[in-house]
């Protein structure tokens, strides 16, 4: 089974900053990385697809890179709906698995 | 629109079964594999199972392989979870989505996702 290690576990920070977030998978899952959103009480939202693919609607402030074992997810200017719980999840073998999520938080 | 929408939840008490379902809409259900995923209270997300578009593989997680089936209809744009030999560790809010790996379909990730329905498991 791939483990998928995100960090920090929360980040705090205000509106405007730049958030970077980490996963980190025990072995290499080449580009097949995916990173969700889940705001309290709803579904998680996919957000980049591939590493680096934005999904549908998903503003352009939102950016994923890396590829093997280490993934960044970045978000260049908070904005005040960004505060959330984000979750990176491999689909490179089975079985699937995500990463234990980082909280952004406001500072 | 795309969406799924789950239904089936509740109480049941440790050993018991319970079913849930997924009505999909707004895309062609027959090219896309769906998904279960779960989520504890206050904890991150589990994969537990995965169908493919034709209904012909599906793929559990080790938590539940042996006590859980995943099914289709595709007449009927549904996807279900049957779910045996309940234990209080497999309560958690249940979410259906479109997705997941499967070479015929266009869809290797989970979008969208259902509101989920929450399963409780206790005496």
């Known amino acids: 089974e791939i483990v998928l290690t995100q960090s920090p576990a929360t980040l705090s920070l205000s509106p405007g900053e730049r958030a970077t977030l980490s996963c980190r998978a025990s072995?290499?899952?080449?580009?097949?990385l995916a990173w969700y959103q889940q705001k309290p009480g709803q579904a998680p939202r996919l957000l980049i697809y591939?590493?680096?693919n934005r999904a549908t609607g998903i503003p352009a402030r939102f950016s994923g890179s890396g590829s093997g074992t280490d993934f960044t997810l970045t978000i260049s200017s908070l904005e005040p709906e960004d505060f959330a719980v984000y979750y990176c999840?491999?689909?490179?073998?089975?079985?699937?698995?995500f990463g234990g999520g980082t909280k952004v938080e406001t500072k | 629109e795309v969406q799924v929408l789950e239904s089936g939840g509740g109480l049941v008490q440790p050993g018991g079964s319970l079913r849930l379902s997924c009505a999909a809409s707004?895309?062609?259900?027959?090219?896309?594999?769906m998904t279960w995923v779960r989520q504890a209270p206050g904890k991150g997300l589990e994969w537990v199972s995965t169908?493919?578009?034709?209904?012909?593989?599906?793929t559990y997680s080790e938590s539940v392989k042996g006590r859980f089936t995943i099914s289709r209809d595709n007449s009927r744009n549904t996807v279900s979870l049957q779910m045996n030999s309940l234990r209080a560790e497999d309560t958690a809010v249940y979410y259906c989505?479109?997705?997941?790996?499967?070479?015929?379909?266009?869809?290797?990730?989970?979008?969208?996702w259902g509101q989920g329905t929450l399963v409780t498991v206790s005496s």
């Open positions: 989505a479109r997705g997941g790996p499967d070479s015929t379909s266009p869809n290797p990730y989970f979008d969208p």
């Open positions: 707004g895309f062609t259900f027959t090219n896309s594999a």
């Open positions: 169908i493919s578009a034709g209904g012909d593989s599906t």
């Open positions: 072995q290499s899952v080449r580009s097949y």
């Open positions: 591939d590493a680096s």
């Open positions: 999840q491999h689909r490179s073998m089975w079985p699937l698995t």
